[in-house]
T-cell receptor
Framework: ETGVTQSPTHLIKTRGQQVTLRCSSQ?????VSWYQQALGQGPQFIFQ???????GRGNFPPRFSGLQFPNYSSELNVNALELDDSALYLC??????????????FGPGTRLLVL | DQQVKQNSPSLSVQEGRISILNCDYT??????FLWYKKYPAEGPTFLIS?????DKNEDGRFTVFLNKSAKHLSLHIVPSQPGDSAVYFC???????????FGKGTKLTVNP
């Protein structure tokens, strides 16, 4: 059973550019959530995807967008990058079923630096 | 506003002793609580969880206690080992959402 994987591991962009981060969910999981972790802070919820649709969103502007694919993998897109977008971006997968939710398991993250 | 608070940024204990990490929350809609451990350059690793219908959950060396009236939970690690040195995050969810709300973390150092 493979765990959650993310790519790339590190990325450097300049202000105003666009970035796409990728996540492959753990086998058997149907839900992907994205979190932003700034230095010295806990992870903050960006949004969640379930059945290829957004299933909840945190306090992030519309320039943060995402996709989920039929194989449950996911992308996080950020447009018009700002310096404050520099952070560790974490993807977590889990399973939603008729009985409820299961624990979220995290990938290693993508470290984004915006210059 | 911080709905989940970990007021101790760091904690240092001796190997073999007990480590106690604390977490407070403000949102009474939270009904499920989790602890994650994070090493540098890795993602958070799930440790242990507790539902609001329980007040204690054990898994090996790790025990989580929940005091709903005080809106407080704690993670006990006994005995502490140097490999437990990491940042520990408390997280909560509830109100019909699977969204996790995290504290800022506590850095635990276990000295040999």
């Amino acid at each position: 059973e493979t765990g959650v994987t993310q790519s790339p591991t590190h990325l450097i962009k300049t202000r105003g550019q666009q970035v796409t981060l990728r996540c492959s969910s753990q086998s058997g999981h149907n839900t992907v959530s994205w979190y932003q972790q700034a230095l010295g802070q806990g992870p903050q919820f960006i949004f969640q995807y379930y059945r290829e649709e957004e299933n909840g969103r945190g306090n992030f502007p519309p320039r943060f967008s995402g996709l989920q694919f039929p194989n449950y993998s996911s992308e996080l897109n950020v447009n018009a990058l700002e310096l404050d977008d520099s952070a560790l971006y974490l993807c977590a997968s889990s399973r939603i079923w008729t009985g409820g939710w299961e624990t979220q398991y995290f990938g290693p993250g993508t470290r984004l630096l915006v210059l | 506003d911080q709905q989940v608070k970990q007021n101790s940024p760091s904690l240092s204990v001796q190997e073999g002793r007990i480590s106690i990490l604390n977490c407070d929350y403000t949102n009474s809609m939270f009904d499920y609580f989790l602890w994650y451990k994070k090493y540098p350059a890795e993602g958070p690793t799930f440790l242990i969880s507790i539902s609001s219908i329980k007040d204690k959950n054990e898994d090996g060396r790790f025990t989580v206690f929940l005091n709903k009236s005080a809106k407080h939970l704690s993670l006990h690690i006994v005995p502490s080992q140097p490999g437990d040195s990491a940042v520990y995050f408390c997280a909560a969810r509830g109100g019909g959402s699977e969204k996790l709300v995290f504290g800022k973390g506590t850095k635990l150092t276990v000295n040999p």
